[in-house]
């Protein structure tokens, strides 16, 4: 008694290869994708850091300035404009 079913051709183990290539062509290309998402959410938190940073470092000034000569008007508007900062606003939220 013979086996069933055909029997596998040059052109199957062809087309296998073929597809086993262009899967491995494919998960390359998703792998550098994700690195490059990654690459940019990390770029977006570190500029978010640095202004960060820099909101505090002003913050300090402006209580320095306060502890030494009290709340004048020019701190005043600074506190004001720095509420009103729609950069400000967003962190908050």
Same mark, same amino acid.
Request: proline letters at 2%; hydrophobic letters at 25%.
């Given at each position: 008694?013979?086996? /069933?079913? %055909? &029997? ?8 296998? =290869?073929?597809?086993? !290539? $262009?899967? #491995?062509?494919?998960? /390359?290309? %998703? &792998? ?8 940019? =959410?990390?770029?977006? !938190? $570190?500029? #978010? ?45």
């Amino acid at each position: 008694m013979g086996k /069933r079913g %055909r &029997k596998p051709m040059k052109s199957d183990t062809n087309t296998r =290869l073929e597809k086993s !290539r $262009e899967s #491995a062509r494919q998960c /390359r290309h %998703r &792998k550098k994708l994700r690195y490059e998402y990654l690459e940019e =959410l990390v770029s977006d !938190r $570190e500029k #978010a850091i640095v202004q960060l940073q820099q909101e505090l470092e002003r913050l300090r000034s402006i209580c320095k300035q306060i502890d030494q000569h009290g709340m004048t008007n020019e701190i005043h508007q600074e506190l004001i404009q720095w509420k009103n900062d729609p950069d400000i606003t967003n962190l908050n939220h």
